[in-house]
């Protein structure tokens, strides 16, 4: 497994790693943890989850993995998307207990859709409530989680609140968001993409996307990965 520097965090994460948002029997407890417990043996170290995630049992198959695993082994991130600082911290408590750590290691202010909405996450006391946990030492980094275009996002990047940004970004959808990596990049903020297989549309049409397939990435689930790791900006897919 390659590790990369995550932006100026200290960190180093694997460039693959694993997103907890979809299970195929996510009822199943151990055969859910199982996977990552595989994930962690092949040298992945950057675990993402969320609350709701798999009708809200993301966090609670995560805690039950990770339990089993060493501390230092592994970094964990999940994210809130509440507004109001009180509703945060209540979150944050919650995802604490379940994933059985004392530390949240990356946090994501969650799903910001718009430049409003940014600005509603930060009177609504959720930014200023993360930065008092941080330096509680319940978070380690405060990231942000965006569904929003390249140019507008930059801007929430410029604020300098954030050490680490997750974006939507694959072979499809490039174009729309290339201005917040190319900016993240020279901000030196860590970049983890999400959907990097396009939610499912690349590995379903193998022969359209045939192009990215180069002499080290032969299929296009790894030519798709590949394309987003060959960003210098990006630090894990």
Known sequence: MLYRPFGKTGKDISVISFGGMRFSEPKNLEKSADSLLYAQDKGINYFDTAPIYCDDRSEEIFGHALRQLPRESFYVSTKCSQA?????????????????????????????????????RKQGGAVEAALKAKEEGLIGHLLCSSHMEGEALTKVLDEEIFEGVLLGYNAINFPYRRAAVEQAGKQGIGVVTMNPLGGGLIPQNPDRFAFLKTDTATDVVSAALQFNLSQPAITTA
């Open 84 to 120: 109001k600082g009180d509703d945060l911290r209540k979150s944050l408590e919650r995802s604490l207990q379940r994933l059985g750590v004392d530390k949240i290691d990356f946090l994501y202010i969650w799903h910001l859709m718009s430049s409003a909405d940014w600005e509603k």
